[in-house]
């Protein structure tokens, strides 16, 4: 078993030392959906939601998530961010809404859990607005679905 790096010889926390790690060009996408109801779904898709543009405010709520990332996750790095895209996919049978965020930098480190970050804020976000007609809603499914750059390379979900 490999040896937990954000903690010290004597079990203390730690932010890893990255000065020694070469920049590298990275980008990681990921990936989560919410689930509601098809009176409110519909009202998303339709642009109808009282409190107006749900999709649009949610995206940029995302891309500042992920901007924001190593405020909210406890040693969590600052990254140089070259550009965050968040992207939903309508699933009428389900009446789920997919929310997609890819994450871009040229760093000593990667950008996982800023995509992560900006899907959780931009699934959050869509709860907020909605949350008036359906307070049921669930959100799941949030994983990592690839990331590249880096000392250990690419990795992609199984499908």
Do not use: W
């Amino acid at each position: 078993m490999s040896k937990f790096t954000h903690f010290d010889e004597n079990g203390s926390a730690r932010m890893v030392d990255v000065s020694g790690k070469a920049d590298t060009v990275r980008e990681a996408t990921a990936c989560g959906r919410i689930h509601m109801s098809p009176e409110c779904y519909e009202k998303v898709k339709a642009g109808a939601m009282s409190k107006g543009d749900v999709l649009g405010v949610a995206r940029i709520a995302g891309i500042m998530g992920a901007k924001r990332t190593s405020e909210l996750i406890p040693l969590c790095h600052i990254v140089k961010i070259t550009g965050v895209s968040v992207d939903f996919e309508m699933m009428d049978e389900s009446h789920e809404i997919e929310a997609r965020c890819t994450a871009r930098t040229v760093d000593k480190t990667g950008v996982e859990m800023e995509a992560l970050t900006g899907v959780q804020i931009a699934l959050l976000t869509i709860y907020d607005m909605c949350k008036a007609v359906d307070r049921g809603m669930r959100m799941d499914g949030i994983r990592l679905l690839e990331k590249s750059g880096g000392k250990s390379g690419s990795y992609k979900a199984p499908v």
